[in-house]
């Protein structure tokens, strides 16, 4: 099945400064890959998904790339806000399956 | 739509209780997931059902737990008899797959305590 690693699993910037989180997966088949942002006592919940045939994808402040051939995905963040600070999950679905396969997690802390 | 409503919200039982957690996904949806949140593991699938039907339930811990699913509006987790390593976050999540395959949408969760 499908395997996907998180890292890294703590992150601490200063309030501006942008926030990388990096994601491999180890099925080849996979072709979506969402992100979910978790605030304390909450659902996860979608902020932005990326599918195998684009290679990014950009939201105002938040980004995705995607590495096919190297098997990894990242988010990006720019000039982050408090607001920002939460738990960042990325996730791996193959095309012949609905289940998503999530990563451990990271733990973003923007510093006012 | 009120997106997927989990209850109970919070709930705390002694061990060797009986304990139902239940799920209403988003409306038309036709797969939902449980999963199972702890600072250990990280985000765990326990059971996942499609157009009602369990598929995929490798991620149940044990003879426990049992999940059904006897309509399209409404799924039940439990656990009997409960153990204080079960304490977790329970989470249930709902998506449509077919005939387009959707992001999953996760409820508030239920925070269980077993002492």
């Known amino acids: 099945g499908e395997n996907v690693e998180q890292h890294p699993s703590t992150l601490s910037v200063q309030e501006g400064d942008s926030a990388v989180i990096k994601c491999t997966y180890s099925?080849?088949?996979?072709?979506?890959f969402p992100w979910y942002k978790q605030e304390l006592g909450k659902g996860p919940q979608l902020i932005i998904d990326?599918?195998?045939?684009?290679g990014e994808k950009k939201d105002q402040r938040i980004a995705v790339t995607l590495n096919k051939t190297a098997k990894h995905f990242s988010l990006h963040i720019t000039e982050t806000q408090p607001e920002d600070s939460a738990v960042y999950f990325c996730?791996?679905?193959?095309?012949?399956?609905?289940?998503?396969?999530f990563g451990r997690g990271t733990s973003l802390i923007v510093h006012p | 739509d009120a997106g997927v409503i989990q209850s109970p919200r919070h709930e705390v039982t002694e061990m060797g209780q009986e304990v139902t957690l239940r799920c209403k996904p988003i409306?038309?949806?036709?797969?939902l997931f449980w999963y199972r949140q702890t600072m250990m593991r990280g985000l765990e699938l326990l059971i996942y059902?499609?157009?009602?039907?369990?598929?995929?339930d490798s991620g149940m811990p044990e003879d426990r737990f049992s999940a059904k699913m006897p309509n399209a509006s409404f799924s039940t987790l439990k656990i009997q008899p409960s153990e204080p390593r079960d304490s977790a976050v329970y989470f249930c999540?709902?998506?449509?797959?077919?005939?387009?395959?959707?992001?999953?949408?996760f409820g508030q969760g239920t925070r269980l305590t077993v002492v």
């Open positions: 409306s038309g949806h036709n797969s």
């Open positions: 999540a709902s998506s449509l797959s077919q005939p387009q395959n959707t992001e999953a949408f």
């Open positions: 996730a791996a679905r193959s095309g012949g399956s609905y289940i998503p396969t």
């Open positions: 990326i599918r195998s045939n684009v």
């Open positions: 059902f499609n157009n009602n039907v369990p598929i995929d």
């Open positions: 099925d080849s088949a996979s072709n979506y």
